[in-house]
């Protein structure tokens, strides 16, 4: 879990991330980033519409590990909607999370109901975008990236960033491997980063991932994480369940094959998923 990926800015983020979207602020949002950092996760995902930035900077303050060991990133809500708004949407999440910077902040959605009519997403995401890269220069954020963008998006944000996204947080499963969006993101030295990386769980029984995890002895969670790295994706798996938060970090002392890699990779819609962002319409 010291395994790092490095940006394009240079910057350094570790492999697999703990995820907390859907985890309940309070008690079980705390107790878990604790669990997790106690498992050897360097590297915790939040985000201002999880209502859990405060919860989850109790667990990081309690972990007991330096802050520069850790890589925290939280996200911009969709009804932030203007420059000075986003400038204090940063202040606010810091100030929750009680840190002093922010490792990665992104654009949670590129397109929110609240724009799609009235000011449009190019200029939303110019402004808010400004305002991230002031934030850069500030030193209160050490990188900012995206999530949810397709390529149209991204394309009209490089048109006027100063600074390029380092990352592209997106939904990307064995069952929906998005693969024009995954392409997009390589071809412009832009990570991937793999939320619901186990489809929130539909993937697990599906009978290809169940033979591959049986002979290697593992999971086929774990088995679906190591498929995403091993693609190049930074997977950001979420449990509450300590048995678990432990299982999806153990993912180093075993390799698919590349047989088994074209085996996964055949599985694109072979699941029934529930919450795919793309069919909500953002
Ligand atoms: P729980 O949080 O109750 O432990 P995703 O990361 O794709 O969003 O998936 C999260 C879902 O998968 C949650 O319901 C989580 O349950 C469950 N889950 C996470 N890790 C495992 C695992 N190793 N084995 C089985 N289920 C898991």
Known sequence: LT??????????????GFGTWQTPDG???????????KAGYRHIDT????GNEESVGRGIAKSGVARDELFVTTKLWNKVTTYDEAVAAIDESI?????????LY?????????????IGFEKRNADVWRAMEEAVEAGKIKSIGVSNFHP????????????????????????????ELVAYNKAHDILTEAYSPLGTGNVLDLPTLVEIAAKHGKS???????????????????SVTPARIVQNADLFDFELSADEITAIDGLH???KLANNPDEVGF
Not at 106 to 118: D, G, L, M, Q, V
Request: charged residues 20%; hydrophobic residues 40%.
């Open 95 to 103: 100030a929750k999370l009680g840190l002093d910077y922010l490792d």
């Open 3 to 16: 395994d790092t990926y490095t940006f394009s800015n240079g910057e350094k983020i570790p492999v697999v």
């Open 269 to 271: 819609g072979a699941a």
């Open 47 to 50: 985000a201002a519409a999880y």
């Open 152 to 179: 149209y998006h991204l394309d009209a944000l490089l048109k006027t960033a100063k600074i390029k996204p380092v990352i592209n947080q997106i939904y990307v499963n064995p069952s929906d491997q998005q693969e």
């Open 27 to 37: 008690d079980v949002a705390e107790s878990s980033v604790i669990e997790a950092i």
């Open 106 to 118: 992104i654009i949670h959605w590129p397109n929110p109901a609240p724009i799609r009519e009235t």
């Open 220 to 238: 086929s969670a774990q088995v679906a994480l190591k498929w995403s790295l091993q693609k190049g994706y930074l997977p950001l798996p979420k």
